[in-house]
């Protein structure tokens, strides 16, 4: 019996080590991507006329009198990834194609800052493809579609706005003097974003919109996108802290913005699925 004891007693305290160093390898918060050149600058162009009244104000709190033009961009940060309700250390690196409206994700998730999960997720003009590790893969089916298209404009809506003020393929229209509803090209009018501003500085605060959250799910899950943290970031005014969450859960995600960069060329990582490329 004292040999059984002794057993049990040293298995027990190698699974008690083994959560205990998971744990710990998850407080270590990820290393950020290389810093990227920044590209050409944008040229200025007028803020278009006959924007609601909230979303007119908007432009002008981030960006004054006039717009950038926006090619294409790159976003750049750290972010803590909770599917499952613990937080995971993440980098993140996510491309733009403007004229395209087409975008890439790579986000690396990190244990003791080494990388253990990777995933990919390209959205190339409405056609998805997304590559979650061990997770598996799915491509170019109906509800993950629909589902990028809103994450392209959810995404350009907050870090590069000037893209969704002045792109002819979206409409926006009134609601009230702090909201406006955005219409998305090739989508339903439920799958539009309600979005929300602050009543003192003008400044986005939140987007709504339903959301398919999977192809096993037939229903469209409520969606939210929260501003927490608006700053400068390389010359621009962006919300450099925001969470991502799925109806009453717990944010699924908490983004920090630390690098945006305008007008770079991003159509060598959106050519190829996978890999390394910058």
């Keep these: 019996m ?3 004891i002794r057993i049990v007693l040293i298995i027990v305290s190698v699974l008690v080590l083994l959560l205990a160093g998971g744990w710990l390898g998850l ?12 590209g050409a600058a944008p040229r200025l162009i007028p ?3 006959g924007l609601p009244a909230p979303v007119e104000r908007f432009a002008r709190a981030v960006y004054g009198e006039s717009l950038p033009e926006i090619q294409s961009a790159m976003v750049l940060g750290r972010a803590q990834l909770a599917p499952t309700g613990m937080p995971m250390p993440t980098r993140f690196r996510f491309y733009y194609d403007a004229a395209r409206s087409s975008h890439y994700h790579d986000i690396q998730v990190a244990w003791f800052n080494l990388t253990f999960m990777r995933i990919h997720e390209r959205n190339l003009e409405g056609h998805v493809k997304l590559d979650l590790s061990i997770i598996g893969q799915v491509d170019d089916v109906p509800k993950t579609n629909r589902a990028g298209i ?9 870090w590069l706005p000037a893209v969704a003020l002045t792109d002819p393929r979206v409409r926006w229209e009134a609601v009230d003097d ?3 509803r955005l219409m998305l090209p090739g989508l339903d009018d439920v799958e539009a974003f309600t979005v929300r501003f ?3 500085t003008g400044l986005l605060t939140e987007v709504e919109t339903m959301r398919y959250q999977s192809e096993e799910n037939p229903d469209r ?6 501003i927490l943290a608006w700053d400068t970031v390389n010359g621009q005014r962006v919300p450099v802290r925001s969470q991502t969450q799925w109806r009453e859960d717990a944010p699924w995600a908490t983004w920090e913005v630390e690098q945006v960069v305008l007008n770079v060329d991003v159509s060598a990582r959106l050519a190829q699925f996978g890999g390394d490329v910058p």
Excluded at 27 to 38: C, D, H, I, N
Excluded at 150 to 158: D, F, H, S, T, V
Excluded at 221 to 226: A, G
């Design 198 to 200: 602050d009543p003192a």
């Design 47 to 49: 803020i278009p006329t």
């Design 27 to 38: 407080q270590v918060k990820a290393s950020s991507f290389p810093a990227v050149e920044p």
């Design 150 to 158: 809103q994450g392209y404009w959810g995404e350009a809506l907050a």
């Design 221 to 226: 899950w409520r969606w939210f996108n929260r």
């Design 2 to 4: 004292p040999a059984l």
């Design 178 to 180: 702090t909201s406006a």
